[in-house]
């Protein structure tokens, strides 16, 4: 009897192994395509819609209700890892040619045939549509100025072909929830402390993606991409070094501004 019991099971496990490998086998490539491996993206996205949403939620005559910021947290974060992985469909889309000739990217899902260029844009499509619902749980300002960061996301990846200074665009782009956090909790904009902190942010993504970018320096002048880390060259310590204490300075004087002193 027990053995009558144990074959149905030991097969039902051996199909759900099976499925289970399967499904893995398809979804893989598009978790890579998206990056979900590698989440650091994700944080360095996340992390200036946090100083934003915290700043506004410290910063204001009568302080948020912590379950409004926990929502406003919560949300953000959603959108920061789907926009993210948009982001990284977007690039590998422009890119895939430049990916299959740097020894870096080479197998990338796009660059090594994996996903194919019309899956990647269905892949894209729900992205975005899920990104599209995270934005419209904000007030109308946000949603607006949500929708105007598109034309950053999207032009990025061209950058790198026209100009040295793609991490300049890079820093616009990661850094808009800088500004959006503000509005997201006060439907209004405070300049003086979102300007500075949104500047401080794209000082400190040229810091981390200019160090980033060296990795790649050889295979970037063989395929034609441009980059800070080739415009700085030697220069670069210095030129790092200055945009780390202006980052600071931004920092504190959007700090000092909102009231909460500095540090």
């Given at each position: 009897m027990s053995l009558s019991r144990g074959a149905p099971t030991a097969s039902v496990a051996a199909l759900l192994r099976a499925s289970?490998?399967?499904?893995?086998?398809?979804?893989?490539?598009?978790?890579?395509?998206?990056?979900?491996?590698?989440?650091?993206?994700?944080?360095?996205?996340?992390?200036?819609?946090?100083?934003?949403?915290?700043?506004?939620?410290?910063?204001?005559?009568?302080?948020?209700?912590?379950?409004?910021?926990?929502?406003?947290?919560?949300?953000?974060?959603?959108?920061?890892?789907?926009?993210?992985?948009?982001?990284?469909?977007?690039?590998?889309?422009?890119?895939?040619?430049?990916?299959?000739?740097?020894?870096?990217?080479?197998?990338?899902?796009?660059?090594?045939?994996?996903?194919?260029?019309?899956?990647?844009?269905?892949?894209?499509?729900?992205?975005?549509?899920?990104?599209?619902?995270?934005?419209?749980?904000?007030?109308w300002t946000s949603i607006g100025l949500g929708a105007s960061s598109l034309a950053f996301v999207v032009s990025y990846p061209l950058m790198k072909r026209i100009t040295y200074y793609p991490q300049l665009v890079l820093g616009l782009t990661f850094n808009w929830g800088a500004l959006l956090g503000f509005t997201a909790m006060t439907n209004t904009l405070p300049l003086d402390q979102a300007l500075p902190l949104y500047g401080g942010g794209i000082a400190w993504t040229l810091v981390y993606d200019t160090l980033y970018a060296h990795q790649d320096k050889r295979d970037d002048i063989q395929v034609g991409v441009k980059s800070t880390a080739l415009a700085f060259a030697d220069r670069t310590k210095p030129i790092l070094t200055a945009l780390a204490l202006t980052s600071g300075g931004l920092f504190a004087m959007s700090g000092a501004a909102a009231g909460l002193g500095v540090p």
């Open positions: 289970w490998t399967h499904l893995r086998q398809r979804t893989r490539p598009y978790e890579q395509l998206a990056r979900i491996d590698k989440p650091a993206g994700t944080y360095l996205l996340y992390l200036p819609c946090t100083w934003s949403i915290l700043m506004a939620a410290s910063s204001t005559a009568i302080p948020a209700s912590p379950v409004l910021t926990a929502k406003m947290l919560a949300l953000f974060g959603t959108g920061a890892f789907i926009m993210r992985g948009a982001g990284c469909t977007i690039n590998d889309l422009w890119d895939r040619d430049f990916d299959r000739q740097v020894e870096r990217t080479k197998d990338r899902p796009l660059a090594s045939g994996a996903v194919s260029v019309p899956q990647a844009v269905a892949f894209l499509a729900v992205q975005c549509s899920v990104g599209l619902a995270v934005l419209t749980q904000l007030n």
